[in-house]
């Protein structure tokens, strides 16, 4: 399985990182590839590019506030998780339907 996300929190400091983290980390546990846009206070980091978008399984968005650039996910939405930063860091298994 292919999981790409999107991760952003009100400031933009700590939840955007530990969402990441948590979705990285539980992706990795179950041998799945996953890559990880952080859009916090620096900015937008390790952009997603189109051939990840596409190719993805499942598309999380665990974020606070509205996402820069969130056009690149047209045509996708039945691909769409969307989720909150602190749910995921809480219990990153919901992501997959499991809690």
Do not use: W
């Not at 948590?22 to 799945?32: F, Q, R, S, V």
């Not at 996402?67 to 992501?95: A, C, M, N, W």
């Amino acid at each position: 399985m292919k999981v790409v996300a999107v991760t952003s929190c009100a400031t933009g400091i700590a939840h955007t990182y530990m969402a990441a983290e948590a979705i990285l980390k539980i992706c990795k546990e179950k041998g799945y590839e996953c890559k990880v846009e952080k859009q916090g206070a620096l900015g937008i980091e390790d952009k997603l590019k189109s051939r990840d978008i596409k190719a993805a399984d499942l598309i999380v968005f665990a974020n606070d506030v509205g996402i820069s650039k969130s056009e690149r996910f047209k045509g996708y939405e039945d691909k769409i998780l969307q989720t909150k930063p602190h749910d995921v860091i809480k219990d990153p298994s919901i992501i997959f339907g499991e809690k």
